[in-house]
């Protein structure tokens, strides 16, 4: 009675089975994963959910919690249980109502309830079992007699005919209940041995799910963080877009209004010299000559001077033009501040790096603006200097980092092989100690036609990505003890990671053979 009580407590109310991997929801109600995704999957189609228990509202799609301790339950429940088919068993005699079966006659092959149990030991002596219907199992093929006995040497259950005069005449026997007690032995300790590895599993698969859900608030509140940044970017964006248009209004109503004054004196003086031209038209159609030799006061010989017409002081006004260079900087300005704001709360630093050309190998030619590193095709004329690379087309950078997060970029040509990388400035400059790849004071990733590699101290490892870009990005850390690699493909792909406890100031190194060239992208 208690254990269907259990068992009504540990069934599904959707499948009225016993739970499958349950889950439960915020409301505490429990159900098969299955089932209760089957049923979510419906609401979502009606655009509202609930429990399917208590009808308990969700605004939005619940996330169904795993319930491990529910599951261990079931499954400890389940082992204790018999066999369904064995438990739904019915008396043979029993023909008018059916009444479960105690025990079952594997002689008679009849199965009986407690009253004809007890009829059937008065009369008979034989082998009593569990209630089953699978009398061919525990019957000797051969010689249709009741299994008695196990064989451990081959390893078979027999009958005393097998035993006496069958197969395995002479062999070595033992009952089955002894076999049985004997093998649940070797079991037990089997699974005393399988308990820690599975609770050695259940704790990695526990401290992943933490994990796991560490990362995915990490990941929650760096969304949060990004669209809060984006946000504020946007006013920014806003208050640089007012600022540059309200200079190109306020240039426009400057010089729309001189040119509207402009327009009213122009059309002031056209307006007199149409009044003094009707005038002279006048006096012009006039017969009579005394009266137009009269007309006295009128300057007939006047030829439009710049008393009437102006000057040359509107042409001079209307030259003016808006100041597209003072806008440009306006917005220069405005967008440049956002990205220096960015950077400044990303705590990046974007440094200007420059390369020595004192250190710069005699087959190595360094341009103008000390940013690009060429492999020559001819010796460079460079004086001796002690910090010069001697046997490896290498270059150093002017100056280190000893400290905080660094952020910059690189271009290679994507001919020839390149190395780019960091290294300490006590980085030998000749011999093979010397080369970016085979010492413990470098850290550089090496760019062939086909594919990457990464060289730390004559160890090499090969990338399963292959070159996409010829952009590179690198990210460093001094205090974390990380060099990081990226191709600034879309989207970037992050390539390699150094770890290491860095103990002096870190300089860009660059290797070029092959007429390669890599540049450092301001």
Same mark, same amino acid.
């Given at each position: 009675?208690?254990?269907?009580?259990?068992?009504?407590?540990?069934?599904?109310?959707?499948?009225?089975?016993?739970?499958?991997?349950?889950?439960?929801? @915020?409301?505490?109600? !429990?159900?098969?994963?299955?089932?209760?995704?089957?049923?979510?999957?419906?609401?979502?189609?009606?655009?509202?959910?609930?429990?399917?228990?208590?009808?308990?509202?969700?605004?939005?799609?619940?996330?169904?919690?795993?319930?491990?301790?529910?599951?261990?339950?079931?499954?400890?429940?389940?082992?204790?249980?018999?066999?369904?088919?064995?438990? @739904?068993?019915?008396?043979?005699?029993?023909?008018?109502?059916?009444?479960?079966?105690?025990?079952?006659?594997?002689?008679?092959?009849?199965?009986?309830?407690?009253?004809?149990?007890?009829?059937?030991?008065?009369?008979?002596?034989?082998?009593?079992?569990?209630?089953?219907?699978? $009398?061919?199992?525990?019957?000797?093929?051969?010689? !249709?007699?009741?299994?008695?006995?196990?064989?451990?040497?081959?390893?078979?259950?027999?009958?005393?005919?097998?035993?006496?005069?069958?197969?395995?005449?002479?062999?070595?026997?033992?009952?089955?209940?002894?076999?049985?007690?004997?093998?649940?032995?070797?079991?037990?300790?089997?699974?005393? !041995?399988?308990?820690?590895?599975?609770?050695?599993?259940?704790?990695?698969?526990?401290?992943?799910?933490?994990?796991?859900?560490?990362?995915?608030?990490?990941?929650?509140?760096?969304?949060?963080?990004?669209?809060?940044?984006?946000?504020?970017?946007?006013?920014?964006?806003?208050?640089?877009?007012?600022? =540059?248009?309200?200079?190109?209004?306020?240039?426009?109503?400057?010089?729309?209004?001189?040119?509207?004054?402009?327009?009213?004196?122009?059309?002031?003086?056209?307006?007199?010299?149409?009044?003094?031209?009707?005038?002279?038209?006048?006096?012009?159609?006039?017969?009579?000559?005394?009266?137009?030799?009269?007309?006295?006061?009128?300057?007939?010989?006047?030829?439009?001077?710049?008393?009437?017409?102006?000057?040359?002081?509107?042409?001079?006004?209307?030259?003016?033009?808006?100041?597209?260079?003072?806008?440009?900087?306006?917005?220069?300005?405005?967008?440049?501040?956002?990205?220096?704001?960015?950077?400044?709360?990303?705590?990046?630093?974007?440094?200007?790096?420059?390369?020595?050309?004192?250190?710069?190998?005699?087959?190595?030619?360094?341009?103008?603006?000390?940013?690009?590193?060429?492999?020559?095709?001819?010796?460079?004329?460079?004086?001796?200097?002690?910090?010069?690379?001697?046997?490896?087309?290498?270059?150093?950078?002017?100056?280190?980092?000893?400290?905080?997060?660094?952020?910059?970029?690189?271009?290679?040509?994507?001919?020839?092989?390149?190395?780019?990388?960091?290294?300490?400035?006590?980085?030998?400059?000749?011999?093979?100690?010397?080369?970016?790849?085979?010492?413990?004071?470098?850290?550089?990733?090496?760019?062939?036609?086909?594919?990457?590699?990464?060289?730390? !101290?004559?160890?090499?490892?090969?990338?399963?990505?292959?070159?996409?870009?010829?952009?590179?990005?690198?990210?460093?850390?001094?205090?974390?003890?990380?060099?990081?690699?990226?191709?600034?493909?879309?989207?970037?792909?992050?390539?390699?990671?150094?770890? =290491?406890?860095?103990?002096?100031?870190?300089?860009?190194? $660059?290797?070029?053979?092959?007429?390669?060239?890599?540049?450092?992208?301001?």
């Amino acid at each position: 009675m208690a254990s269907a009580e259990l068992r009504d407590e540990l069934n599904c109310s959707i499948c009225l089975s016993l739970y499958t991997d349950p889950v439960s929801l @915020r409301c505490g109600h !429990n159900f098969c994963r299955s089932c209760i995704v089957s049923v979510l999957d419906a609401q979502e189609a009606a655009g509202g959910y609930s429990c399917p228990d208590c009808r308990a509202e969700y605004p939005e799609r619940p996330a169904p919690e795993k319930k491990r301790k529910l599951r261990n339950i079931v499954e400890r429940f389940s082992s204790t249980q018999p066999d369904v088919e064995e438990t @739904r068993i019915f008396c043979t005699y029993c023909t008018k109502s059916p009444v479960l079966a105690v025990r079952t006659c594997l002689h008679c092959e009849t199965s009986m309830c407690e009253e004809h149990l007890t009829a059937h030991n008065k009369s008979v002596n034989h082998n009593l079992t569990e209630p089953t219907v699978s $009398f061919m199992d525990r019957k000797c093929s051969t010689h !249709n007699e009741i299994l008695k006995y196990y064989c451990p040497i081959d390893a078979a259950c027999i009958c005393v005919s097998c035993w006496v005069a069958g197969d395995h005449r002479g062999h070595y026997v033992e009952l089955l209940d002894v076999a049985s007690e004997k093998k649940k032995e070797k079991l037990k300790k089997y699974l005393d !041995n399988l308990n820690p590895q599975k609770k050695k599993i259940l704790t990695k698969v526990q401290n992943l799910q933490d994990r796991k859900t560490k990362i995915q608030e990490k990941a929650s509140d760096k969304r949060k963080n990004i669209s809060k940044r984006f946000m504020d970017i946007k006013k920014q964006l806003e208050i640089a877009e007012k600022k =540059a248009l309200s200079e190109v209004s306020r240039q426009e109503e400057k010089i729309v209004s001189q040119i509207s004054d402009l327009i009213k004196k122009l059309e002031i003086q056209e307006d007199e010299l149409s009044r003094k031209m009707r005038h002279v038209e006048e006096i012009c159609r006039v017969t009579d000559p005394i009266r137009v030799l009269q007309e006295s006061d009128i300057t007939v010989c006047s030829h439009g001077g710049d008393e009437d017409t102006g000057g040359d002081g509107g042409e001079v006004s209307t030259e003016e033009d808006l100041d597209e260079v003072l806008i440009s900087l306006t917005l220069h300005r405005s967008t440049r501040d956002i990205v220096t704001n960015v950077t400044s709360e990303l705590g990046v630093h974007a440094p200007d790096i420059l390369l020595d050309v004192d250190t710069a190998h005699r087959w190595v030619k360094i341009s103008e603006d000390l940013k690009t590193a060429t492999k020559s095709g001819e010796k460079q004329d460079k004086p001796k200097s002690p910090g010069r690379f001697v046997d490896y087309p290498q270059v150093l950078s002017r100056c280190g980092f000893s400290s905080g997060q660094h952020y910059w970029e690189v271009e290679w040509d994507q001919i020839g092989d390149c190395a780019i990388g960091l290294s300490y400035p006590s980085i030998k400059r000749e011999g093979r100690q010397s080369c970016i790849a085979y010492n413990d004071k470098s850290w550089c990733l090496y760019m062939y036609d086909v594919e990457y590699k990464v060289w730390r !101290n004559s160890v090499r490892l090969a990338l399963s990505v292959k070159p996409t870009c010829p952009t590179l990005g690198v990210f460093l850390d001094y205090e974390a003890g990380r060099l990081s690699f990226y191709e600034l493909c879309d989207p970037i792909r992050h390539l390699h990671t150094f770890t =290491a406890s860095f103990t002096e100031p870190l300089h860009v190194i $660059f290797c070029v053979s092959k007429g390669a060239s890599v540049t450092i992208r301001s």
